[in-house]
């Protein structure tokens, strides 16, 4: 039986920050370079059992954000027939 490594990216190291009187927090050049948090880009902050854990927030897809905002009550049937041209009692 055959094992191959997979690389893993450790970010185990220690990287320290101050935090300010108005509880900003700068996050380290390298950090931010690596996982690719840009200037203005939004991100999240949770906590896990005593640990603060950031995320970087993903930009939506245009059709994401659109999704759910029209208010048809017909079902995708009748939505297909509609669009087919057929008539609703040939369904």
Not at 34 to 46: M, T
């Amino acid at each position: 039986m055959r094992f191959e490594s997979v690389p893993v990216i450790s970010y185990s190291f220690s990287m320290k920050s101050r935090v300010t009187d108005r509880g900003q927090v700068t996050i380290p050049k390298e950090l931010r370079d690596r996982l690719g948090i840009r200037p203005g880009q939004i991100v999240e902050f949770s906590e896990d059992r005593g640990t603060i854990v950031l995320r970087r927030r993903m930009a939506t897809h245009p059709v994401d954000e659109l999704y759910g905002i029209l208010e048809d009550a017909s079902s995708s049937d009748e939505l297909l027939a509609i669009l087919r041209g057929q008539a609703a009692d040939e369904l």
